[in-house]
Structure formats: structure tokens, C-alpha cells
């Protein structure tokens, strides 16, 4: 786990220098935040601790590569600067910190059942999934307009959004829909199911 706290830290510090961007690296680095330990779902992608820092990695990762195709920066003309691509990449899924609370179920194991911990999700912020991201984010630093949007509509069409309003932003805001594409390739491919545990 501390691996992925690292490896977020550096590229964050490395990247990210716009005015306030310190205090929000501060914020995600202390007790009031559990960024760093938090799972990245209940049951499905990176439903253990430390998972919402690895998916964030895994999106920022994802992100890159999708940006380095050349058929990305020639036919499609999407070129962004290092700092937006961490900005989106890293903090996309901040929404979701102190939204994840340990308690238990039922499970059957080996024929018997047995009592496992699960997390349980709690929003006492229900302010809506990517717009409580860039709500946050805010408080420190400024986004651009299309930071904002990418982070806004990350979920794509799998959120109950107006298709017309995901289509309109996909169309204005390319950078939408590639981060969208990351973190789908990310949660699908990277992370579903995992093995990992509690």
C-alpha cells in the first residue's frame, strides 16, 4: 500500500505546481482524509485498502498511454500538458474519501458460514459522484474548463446522467472522454475482481 502512497506523492509533487495544490496534497496526506487507505469500491474494483489510491494510479497510467497513441495527437489533436493529465488522472475519484465504513455480512466458505468485514458505503457529502470530486478540488486549486468536465463526466454513459449532456461533453471536452476510456480500461481490465482482500 505504501508503494502506490509513494509512487501517487512523487508523480503529484512532480507534476501538479499549480497555486494550491500543496494544501490539497496536504489534505489528502492527513488525518481527516483516508485517501491513501480507502478501498475504490464496495465489492467490485479495488474493494480492499489502499485500493482508491491504486485506481487512481491505474487511471493516470491508463491516461498516459491513451494520450501517447499517435493516432490520439495527429488525427485527433489532443495534446495536454503533463499537469492536466495528473490533475484529472489522480484526482478523479476524490469524491470518494471518508465514504467507505468497515462493517460485516454473512459469507458461505467452505459450506459453512462465516461473518466477513466488507466496506460499507456512507456519503455524508451527497453531492453527486464526479461533480463532489471537482467541488473538492476547488476548495484548493482552480481547474481549467475542460479539466473540470473530464472530471465531471469520468463516468461516461454508465452514470444516470443525460446521455445528451455526456454526448454534448465528449464532443466539446475530448479530454472527457479520454479519461473516461482510462478509468474503464483501468476498472475493467486492471482491477475487476481482484484477488485482494481486506
Not at 464496495?42 to 498516459?64: A, D
Not at 495527429?74 to 465514504?99: G, Q
Request: charged share 25%.
Amino acid at each position: 500500500m505504501s508503494q502506490y502512497k509513494d509512487e501517487f506523492i512523487s508523480i503529484y509533487k512532480k507534476l501538479i505546481q499549480r497555486e494550491g495544490a500543496d494544501k490539497l496534497l496536504d489534505y489528502l496526506c492527513s488525518t481527516q482524509s483516508d485517501f491513501f487507505t480507502a478501498p475504490a469500491s464496495t465489492r467490485y474494483h479495488g474493494s480492499y485498502k489502499g485500493g482508491l489510491v491504486e485506481h487512481s494510479l491505474n487511471v493516470y497510467h491508463c491516461l498516459k498511454d491513451y494520450m501517447a497513441r499517435e493516432r490520439v495527437k495527429e488525427l485527433y489533436h489532443m495534446n495536454y500538458s503533463d499537469e492536466t493529465l495528473a490533475v484529472v488522472a489522480l484526482l478523479h475519484d476524490i469524491c470518494k474519501i471518508n465514504c467507505y465504513k468497515v462493517g460485516t455480512r454473512n459469507k458461505k466458505i467452505n459450506g459453512e458460514w462465516q461473518q466477513v468485514e466488507v466496506f460499507e458505503y456512507q456519503d455524508d457529502l451527497p453531492y453527486g459522484h464526479g461533480e463532489k470530486s471537482v467541488y473538492i478540488i476547488t476548495g484548493f486549486m482552480r481547474l481549467t474548463r475542460e479539466e473540470a468536465f473530464a472530471i465531471r463526466y469520468h463516468m461516461g454513459f454508465s452514470n444516470n446522467d443525460n446521455p445528451n449532456n455526456i454526448s454534448y461533453t465528449f464532443e466539446h471536452y475530448p479530454l472527457a472522454f479520454a479519461l473516461s476510456t482510462a478509468d474503464m480500461e483501468a476498472t475493467y481490465y486492471l482491477e475487476h475482481m481482484p484477488n485482494n482482500q481486506m
